[in-house]
Nanobody, 115 residues
Framework: QVQLVESGGGLVQPGGSLRLSCAAS????????MGWYRQAPGKQRELVAT???????NYADSVKGRFTISRDNAKNTVYLQMNSLKPEDTAVYYC?????????WGQGTQVTVSS
């Protein structure tokens, strides 16, 4: 069974920071690519960042230099450190696990950037 539980979302002022966590219940967590995606109202779900088993990362251009994805394999947890937040970062953020047959998604956590 695969379960992903996001936490850490909330209301933040522009320029502020937030750290999202995704607790993963996955056997073999350390070998899978994990990611963060987001979806704003009326928009498609989009890639934010991914991190592979070996630690390589990939970021959307819109967040590059501001967001950092990391993982703690001992805790089966993936993080998204978000700095210099902008109103356009407002969205529901979803954790994703890329397993061989399919991907799994968490329920999402709301991030609102507003003054």
């Amino acid at each position: 069974q695969v379960q992903l539980v996001e936490s850490g979302g909330g209301l933040v002022q522009p320029g502020g920071s937030l750290r999202l966590s995704c607790a993963a219940s996955i056997t073999g967590f350390s070998i899978y690519t994990m990611g963060w995606y987001r979806q704003a109202p009326g928009k498609q779900r989009e890639l934010v960042a991914t991190i592979a088993a070996g630690g390589s990362t990939n970021y959307a251009d819109s967040v590059k230099g501001r967001f950092t994805i990391s993982r703690d394999n001992a805790k089966n947890t993936v993080y998204l450190q978000m700095n210099s937040l902008k109103p356009e970062d407002t969205a529901v953020y979803y954790c994703n696990a890329q397993l061989p047959v399919r991907s799994y998604w968490g329920q999402g956590t709301q991030v609102t950037v507003s003054s």
